[in-house]
C-alpha cells in the first residue's frame, strides 16, 4: 500500500490515507472526498485537479508530458511542484508521497 498525505492550502488540515499501487492520484483523492474535480477524466484538457507535490516526491515523478505543462500553465496557483493529479500513477517509489492542495482552488463552476 501507498501512505499519501493530503494537505489543505492553508496547511491546517492533514489527512492521510492508504491507496494501492497502480492507481492515480486523482481516483484515491476523490474515493477519500478531497475537493479535486477531475473533469476532463484524465484528458489534460483542464487543471481542476491540480495539486501541489512536496519537493522530495516530485524529484521521483517521470517528468510531465509538454501537454500537462501547457495545461498547469493555465492552474490557479501553479508552482515548480505542481502537477495534475490525473497523470501521478501511484508507485512504491511514491510511498510517503505529501500533496497539497492550492489555494484559490477553483471547480469548473467556479467554486
Same mark, same amino acid.
Request: proline letters at 3%; a negative charge; charged letters at 25%.
Given at each position: 500500500m501507498i501512505r499519501i498525505t493530503f494537505v489543505s492550502a492553508d496547511g491546517g488540515d492533514r489527512h492521510e490515507?492508504? %491507496? $494501492?499501487?497502480?492507481?492515480r492520484l486523482l &481516483?484515491? %483523492? $476523490?474515493?477519500?472526498?478531497?475537493?479535486? &474535480?477531475?473533469t476532463c477524466e484524465g484528458q489534460m484538457a483542464c487543471s481542476t485537479c491540480h495539486v501541489i507535490v512536496d519537493a522530495e516526491?516530485?524529484?521521483?515523478l517521470p517528468r510531465a508530458a509538454e501537454e500537462e505543462e501547457d495545461i498547469l500553465d493555465l492552474a490557479v496557483g501553479a508552482v515548480r511542484t505542481s502537477r495534475l493529479a490525473c497523470q501521478i500513477l501511484l508507485t512504491a517509489d511514491l510511498d510517503g508521497l505529501v500533496v497539497r492542495l492550492p489555494a484559490g482552488h477553483?471547480?469548473?463552476?467556479g467554486r
Amino acid at each position: 500500500m501507498i501512505r499519501i498525505t493530503f494537505v489543505s492550502a492553508d496547511g491546517g488540515d492533514r489527512h492521510e490515507v492508504e %491507496a $494501492q499501487e497502480g492507481l492515480r492520484l486523482l &481516483e484515491v %483523492a $476523490q474515493n477519500d472526498g478531497q475537493p479535486l &474535480e477531475g473533469t476532463c477524466e484524465g484528458q489534460m484538457a483542464c487543471s481542476t485537479c491540480h495539486v501541489i507535490v512536496d519537493a522530495e516526491h516530485f524529484a521521483r515523478l517521470p517528468r510531465a508530458a509538454e501537454e500537462e505543462e501547457d495545461i498547469l500553465d493555465l492552474a490557479v496557483g501553479a508552482v515548480r511542484t505542481s502537477r495534475l493529479a490525473c497523470q501521478i500513477l501511484l508507485t512504491a517509489d511514491l510511498d510517503g508521497l505529501v500533496v497539497r492542495l492550492p489555494a484559490g482552488h477553483r471547480d469548473m463552476q467556479g467554486r
